[in-house]
C-alpha cells in the first residue's frame, strides 16, 4: 500500500520488530527522527535510557520544526505514547501534513530472537510489556483520525538492499530497458507525438551548442522519447533564467536538430503568433516537416511577454487582438498546408493562390498553448491539440478541451491533448534532495518539491501513467536542472510508461 509522500509517518513496534529498518530501506536518515539516535547525540549511546528525556525533548522539536515545513518525517520510537501521538498527529494537521501510523506487527518470538542477538538487549520483562502496549495501541489507532493506518508483516521489510520508495515500490526498470531496446524503426510506425516530449528550455552559455544539441537529441532517442519541442523566445524567460542567458532561434536550432535526429518529433512549444507572419511560420514547419519525413509538429500561441517583443521592435497589441491574430494564424497555416495551390476563401483570412512548396509531408499538427477558454475553443475548432499545464487545474482544462472539441462535431480521439510538466527526477531520494536544494532558490524545500513533483524517474512514471487515463496523449516534460545527455537518459522510465 502507498504511503502518501510528503507525509508524517508514525511507527509504532517493539524493541526488533523492525521499525529501524523499514525506515532506512525507504527514507534518507534525515527524513527519520529516532529516540535511539537522539539518546546516542545527547548521552552515551542508543541504549542509555539516563539520557531518554533530553532525546525526546530534542526528538519533539525535531518533529515539529520538519513537519511545520511540510517535510517527510518518520517517527521511529515505540509509538504507544498517546499523548506523544496525539501531538505529532495535531502538528500535521495543522501544517496540512498526511499523517500515517505505521504499526510493525512482527510476532513476539521473532522480535525476541532479534533482541536476544544484540550487544545490549531490552530484559525480557521489558520487551513482553512493549509488545502488549503496541497490541493496546494496535487497538487504538484507527480511533485517533490517522490519515492511514498500516500495518506490516516482517514480510513487508526488507532485509537489505537499495533503498525504496514511499509512493510504492518497484519491480525494475524493467519496461523502460524494454523501451530503449527497441529498434528505432518500430517507433517510428505511427507513435507521432504520442507520448512524453523532451521540452529544450536552458541551453549551454559555454561550449559548442551544436555538439550540445546533438548527444541531447541522441540521449533523446536512447532514452525512447517521443521528440524535443523548443521554447520560442528571444530573451530567456525569468521562469527558467537569466535574460542573458542564451536561447538559440528555435526553427533554425529545430534545423539542426532535422540533422541529427531519424525518430524525434520536432516543434516549438510555443511560436507566438506575434514574432512572425503565419505564412513565414507555416514555411518554416513546412521545410522542417520536409526535412524530417513528417516528423515536425507546430506549437502556437498569443504570445504573453510584452518585455521581448518591445525589445525586438515588435507590436504587442491587446490580448483580444493577440487571439484574433491567433485564429487568424491557424487558418493561413492550414490554408497553405492543404493541398494544391487554389485561392483560399475562409470566414478569416483570404488567400489569392496557397502556393506553398515543399509540402509538408504527412500530419503537421498544430498544438495551440494556453489556457484561457477562448484558447482551448480555438485549439478545439481550429488546431489539432491543446497545450496546458500538468497540474490540476491545468488537467480539468484537458477535460473541457476534449469536451469543446466533441461539441465541434471532431473526433476526440484524433486531437492531442498535452500538457507541460516541470519534474525534478533524482536517481534516489538522496539524489531527489540534493536536487531539490540546489534548484530551490528562495522557495521552501516542502513547496518547491510539490511543484515539481521531485522524486525518482519511476515515481513520475507512475504519476505521468495516471495522466493517459485522464485523456491526456502527449506529456511534455522540461525537467528542474536538466544540464546534459545523463538527465535525460533518466527519463527513459518516464517515456516507458506512457509510450
Ligand atoms: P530494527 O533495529 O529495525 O528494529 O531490527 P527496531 O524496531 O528499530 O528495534 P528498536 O526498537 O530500535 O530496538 C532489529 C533487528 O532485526 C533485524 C535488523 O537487522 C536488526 O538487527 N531485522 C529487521 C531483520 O533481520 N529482518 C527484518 O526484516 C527486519
Ligand atoms: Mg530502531
New binding site residues.
Given amino acids: 500500500m502507498p504511503v502518501p509522500d510528503p507525509a508524517l509517518v508514525v511507527l509504532v ?10 525506515a532506512s530501506s525507504r527514507y534518507r536518515a534525515a527524513e527519520v527522527v529516532s529516540s ?1 539516535a537522539l539518546r546516542e547525540v545527547v548521552g552515551s549511546g542508543e541504549h542509555d535510557l539516563d539520557a531518554s528525556a533530553d532525546a525526546f525533548a530534542l526528538l519533539e522539536s525535531v518533529v515539529s520544526a520538519r513537519v511545520g515545513r511540510r517535510l517527510t518525517t518518520v517517527v ?1 520510537t ?1 509509538g504507544t505514547d498517546p499523548a506523544r501521538r496525539r501531538r505529532w498527529l495535531t502538528a500535521a494537521r495543522d501544517a496540512g501534513l498526511p499523517a500515517v501510523a505505521v504499526v ?1 506487527d512482527t510476532p513476539a518470538r521473532v522480535c525476541r530472537s ?1 533482541n536476544a ?2 550487544d545490549r538487549p ?1 530484559p525480557a520483562r521489558v520487551l513482553t510489556s512493549q509488545l502488549a502496549a503496541v497490541a493496546t495501541t494496535t487497538d487504538l489507532l484507527d480511533a485517533e483520525g490517522w490519515d492511514a493506518v498500516l500495518v506490516l508483516t ?1 514480510d513487508d ?3 537489505a538492499g537499495p533503498r525504496n520508495t514511499p509512493s510504492s515500490r518497484h519491480p525494475a526498470p524493467a519496461a523502460a530497458d524494454a523501451t530503449a531496446q527497441l529498434p528505432g524503426v518500430l517507433r517510428e510506425e505511427g507513435a507521432g507525438l504520442r507520448g512524453v516530449v523532451l521540452q529544450l528550455s536552458r541551453f549551454p552559455a559555454e561550449g559548442d551548442l551544436l555538439t550540445w544539441l546533438r548527444d541531447m537529441a541522441g540521449a533523446a532517442e536512447e532514452a525512447g522519447l517521443a521528440g524535443i519541442a523548443l521554447m520560442d523566445h528571444l530573451i530567456q524567460i525569468p521562469q527558467v533564467g537569466r535574460a542573458w542567458d542564451p536561447i538559440p532561434e528555435p526553427w533554425v536550432t529545430l534545423g539542426a536538430l532535422a540533422a541529427s535526429t531519424t525518430r524525434l518529433q520536432l516543434g516549438t512549444l510555443v511560436t507566438p503568433v506575434t514574432f512572425r507572419a503565419p505564412g513565414i511560420t507555416a514555411k518554416a514547419a513546412a521545410t522542417l516537416s520536409a526535412l524530417t519525413g513528417g516528423r515536425a509538429f507546430v506549437g502556437v500561441g498569443a504570445g504573453w511577454w510584452e518585455r521581448e517583443h518591445t525589445a525586438y521592435g515588435l507590436g504587442f497589441p491587446s490580448a483580444r487582438a493577440r487571439l484574433d491574430a491567433l485564429e487568424h494564424g491557424i487558418e493561413t497555416m492550414k490554408a497553405l498546408w492543404s493541398p494544391g495551390t487554389k485561392p483560399y476563401a475562409g470566414r478569416r483570412v483570404s488567400l489569392p493562390e496557397t502556393t506553398s512548396y515543399p509540402r509538408p509531408v504527412g500530419d503537421l499538427p498544430v498544438i495551440v498553448g494556453g489556457g484561457g477558454d477562448r484558447t482551448l475553443r480555438i485549439a478545439a475548432r481550429l488546431g489539432d491539440g491543446c497545450n496546458v499545464p500538468s497540474d490540476d487545474a491545468g488537467l480539468a482544462k484537458v477535460a473541457r478541451y476534449l469536451a469543446l472539441v466533441a461539441q465541434a462535431g471532431r473526433d476526440p480521439s484524433t486531437v492531442h491533448a498535452t500538457v507541460l510538466d516541470l519534474p525534478l527526477v533524482g536517481r534516489d531520494r538522496d539524489d531527489v534532495w540534493s536536487r531539490v536544494e540546489r534548484h530551490r532558490g528562495r522557495a521552501p524545500a516542502a513547496t518547491f518539491a510539490a511543484r515539481h513533483h521531485a522524486g525518482t524517474a519511476s515515481e513520475h512514471a507512475d504519476r505521468l501513467a495516471a495522466l493517459a487515463g485522464l485523456g491526456v496523449t502527449t506529456v511534455f516534460v522540461a525537467p528542474v536542472g536538466l544540464d546534459g545527455p545523463d538527465d535525460v537518459l533518466a527519463l527513459a522510465p518516464l517515456a516507458g510508461a506512457f509510450g
Fill in positions: 513496534g517493539a524493541s526488533g520488530s523492525g521499525k529501524s529498518t523499514w535511539d521511529d515505540l510493525l532479534r542477538a544484540r531490552v516482517p521489510v526488507p532485509a
